[in-house]
């Protein structure tokens, strides 16, 4: 079993920066690609990027992309998400989530283990 951890999470003021961070209980998700989704009130949980287990592969949802870096450190099992120029719209929880296989792809389907989420509040 897997244990996935978030942390970073808070409020900030639109324009303003945050930086998630999701630290694995085992070393075995060096093997796995990783996600970020986030979910509001009432809607579906939402990708929002995805790496391959070498960092060689990065994705990201349109609605982030040029303001969100996914990246990770292996030796540290640990898992980062740089969010700036943050928007209201970009409140949510947020949600770090290990793949099924080498690849992360968009679909929560394709993800295994997840975390338990940490709460991203943007005040206009």
């Known amino acids: 079993q897997v244990q996935l951890v978030e942390s970073g999470g808070g409020l900030v003021q639109a324009g303003g920066s945050l930086r998630l961070s999701c630290a694995a209980s085992r070393r075995t998700t060096s093997n796995n690609g990783m996600g970020w989704f986030r979910r509001t009130p009432g809607k579906e949980r939402e990708f929002v990027a995805g790496i391959s287990w070498n960092s060689g592969s990065t994705s990201y949802a349109d609605s982030v992309k040029g303001r969100f870096t996914i990246s990770r450190d292996n030796a540290k099992s640990t898992l980062y998400l740089q969010m700036n120029d943050l928007k209201p719209e970009d409140t949510a929880v947020y949600f770090c989530?290990?793949?099924?296989?080498?690849?992360?792809?968009?679909?929560?389907?394709?993800?295994?283990?997840w975390g338990q989420g940490t709460q991203v509040t943007v005040s206009s």
């Open positions: 989530a290990a793949a099924l296989g080498a690849m992360a792809g968009v679909s929560s389907s394709g993800y295994r283990y």
